[in-house]
């Protein structure tokens, strides 16, 4: 979140070409824009004011001196750590695997929390807290997270249902109201199953919360809150497991942000269920 340089680098996508334009030039000159006000920066990129501050908020910073004072911070990140993803590579020795994967899921992980505004995770963590019900949708490689978030949930006793079929999906949410929220998992953002599905609950004005890449896509567009993943898949084969661990990394943050609005519960039905599979696990 404080990684402002990244969630800049990680954002062009978002941008139109004058956007970008003003934002290639920030990446080529991190420092040189610390001390530079907006009118100086306008002129040297030759975009109007009004320009910066719309790049500004489409990153989801505050305005241009959020944006300098989250590049500032980034500054010493990118001195001490130089890093490119790492993608598969013929012949490589099990030593050499071992440490692209870490540093792949690493700096995904970085990567994931610097495009995610703390707000915005707040919102979601809300949302769920007061939904009556929670569906939770995902096809492919998105099911496996919605499947771990589903068990999260009933662990604490907060009722949801995880849905992995097309056909199951679009009956579910056809019965859903506007008390409950619809999660919705796709990395593409364009998943056709998954678009039908968020499509009917859009319609019956149920709570859209998305879970996609760091991107201009359909889901993001038609949910009311979205949570991002860095765009890792662009650069690398195995960046399937990148992303999956940094989506696996903000269901956590959102699990425990959820949990511990009632504390003393979410222990009481924690330890519950613990017991439970303890019992017949032995």
């Known amino acids: 979140m404080e990684n402002g340089i990244e969630r800049i680098r990680q954002g062009l996508a978002l941008l139109n070409r004058s956007e970008r334009k003003v934002s290639e030039f920030i990446l080529d000159n991190p420092k040189g824009i610390l001390h530079m006000p907006i009118s100086q920066l306008s002129e040297k990129t030759r975009t109007s004011e009004a320009t910066i501050i719309r790049m500004c908020r489409s990153l989801n910073f505050k305005g241009y001196r959020d944006l300098k004072l989250s590049v500032a911070a980034a500054l010493p ?22 440490q692209q994967i870490a540093s792949n899921n690493i700096y995904s992980i970085k990567n994931t929390l610097a495009v995610n505004d703390e707000k915005d995770i707040k919102k979601v963590i809300q949302e769920l807290n007061r939904a009556r019900r929670i569906a939770i949708v995902g096809i492919g490689a998105s099911a496996i997270v919605a499947l771990d978030f589903e068990q999260k949930l009933k662990r604490i006793n907060k009722w949801c249902e995880v849905l992995i079929d097309s056909h199951s999906q679009l009956v579910s ?16 953002g364009e998943t056709k199953e998954i678009i039908n599905t968020v499509s009917i609950a859009k319609e019956n004005n149920i709570k859209i919360i998305s879970l996609t890449e760091y991107s201009n ?3 993001q567009k038609l949910s009311n809150t979205n949570l991002f993943v ?40 924690l330890d519950k269920t613990r017991e439970v599979i303890s019992k017949f696990s032995k």
């Open 77 to 98: 990140q990118q001195k001490t750590i130089e890093h490119k993803y790492q993608d598969i590579s013929a012949g490589a020795s099990l030593s050499e695997t071992i």
């Open 173 to 188: 949410v056809t019965n859903l109201n506007e008390e409950d929220v619809l999660f919705a998992i796709s990395y593409s």
């Open 230 to 269: 860095s765009s890792t898949e662009k650069f690398i084969r195995s960046a399937a497991t990148a992303s999956r661990i940094s989506q696996l990394t903000l269901i956590d943050i959102v699990f425990t942000g959820l949990a511990s609005i009632h504390f003393d519960e979410s222990v009481k039905y």
């Open 217 to 219: 896509n359909t889901l």
